[in-house]
């Protein structure tokens, strides 16, 4: 048997992100070679470990890819270079299709002209819209109700059809449900702005940096018509995208995974989590459900735990909570 080429060169887009600056980390502490992409929109490049190369830019532009390419050996793209407001994307469609779905053929298409032929998406639950049965698996049918999941399935969809006729092309889209918690050890956490997260949310309010917090809709057909989420720690995101890529080293067939524990948490019962955890009461407001949510999403993630061998060692819900508070 042939030994198998470990791939060493590996361009992260979208790496001064929440799961980007996380996975770079992870990269360099496992001895890849690593090249961040991004364009600072909603990035921070101080969350870039210093042992990575980092390079402003954007993915649209072809020249930059090509010499970043070629100048680094680039082998594999982790790609993470996306917009993920999901009640954003319902008041503006444009925005997230042009980012998203335009920019990610335009970068796919530089990377098959330089020969760039492993391709790590960052997909969503978002693809699959309101629950027909749970927990939810790959076949479950792929109905977004908002334009956020649509780009997305839209580019896994693209993925399917170049694969089809460049045999070279390995692809593997991980579609995560409810991304959480923090690497506290190296200072790497949520940063968005404006935060709009659920556990970093609650978090500010508890300690008076937002004066209110709202849950958005108490009607949903659930236990405490609260919605309902499967949370699952980044440092389990990471690891999955590392043991996904060996997959594929190893000319493994299959090319969708999703990604979660198979528990589903209401936004109430993290409410109350987080006062146990805190001692201290939370007075939470309501407000009407938001467009583009739907009531639950609990992943069936047994594909992932059994051809990639990979487990959600770290999504406790206290262990979540407890990474962020640290």
Not at 120 to 137: H, M, V
């Amino acid at each position: 048997m042939n030994k198998i080429k470990k791939i060493q060169n590996i361009l992260i887009t979208g790496g001064a992100g929440y799961i980007g600056s996380h996975i770079t980390k992870m990269c360099i502490n496992k001895g890849y070679n690593v090249v961040v992409l991004d364009n600072l929109i909603n990035g921070h490049k101080d969350s870039i470990d210093k042992k990575a190369k980092f390079i402003q830019g954007d993915i649209e532009d072809s020249i930059l890819i090509s010499k970043i390419i070629k100048e680094n050996k680039i082998e594999a793209i982790f790609h993470f270079a996306s917009f993920i407001e999901a009640g954003e994307s319902v008041k503006n469609p444009l925005k997230f299709y042009y980012n998203n779905t335009s920019k990610t053929i335009k970068f796919l298409n530089t990377l098959i002209k330089n020969n760039v032929n492993y391709f790590i998406f960052s997909s969503t639950a978002a693809i699959f819209g309101k629950a027909k049965y749970l927990p939810i698996d790959e076949n479950h049918p792929k109905n977004p109700i908002n334009p956020y999941g649509q780009s997305k399935l839209m580019v896994e969809k693209i993925l399917n059809e170049i694969k089809k006729t460049n045999k070279k092309f390995k692809y593997g889209c991980l579609r995560y449900f409810n991304v959480a918690g923090a690497d506290y050890k190296n200072n790497l956490r949520e940063r968005h702005d404006p935060e709009t997260h659920l556990i970093p949310l609650l978090l500010k309010f508890a300690n008076k940096k937002i004066n209110n917090f709202y849950i958005f809709g108490n009607d949903y057909n659930t236990k405490d018509g609260t919605c309902i989420r499967d949370y699952i720690h980044v440092l389990d995101i990471c690891d999955a995208h590392l043991k996904l890529l060996e997959y594929l080293e190893k000319d493994g067939e299959e090319r969708e995974f999703n990604l979660g524990t198979g528990v589903g948490y209401s936004v109430l019962e993290i409410v109350k989590k987080m006062e146990k955890i805190l001692n201290k009461k939370l007075n939470i407001q309501y407000k009407k459900r938001r467009e583009g949510d739907t009531a639950n999403l609990i992943a069936n993630g047994n594909k992932a735990k059994k051809l990639l061998n990979w487990k959600s060692n770290n999504s406790g819900l206290k262990q979540i909570i407890e990474s962020v508070l640290k």
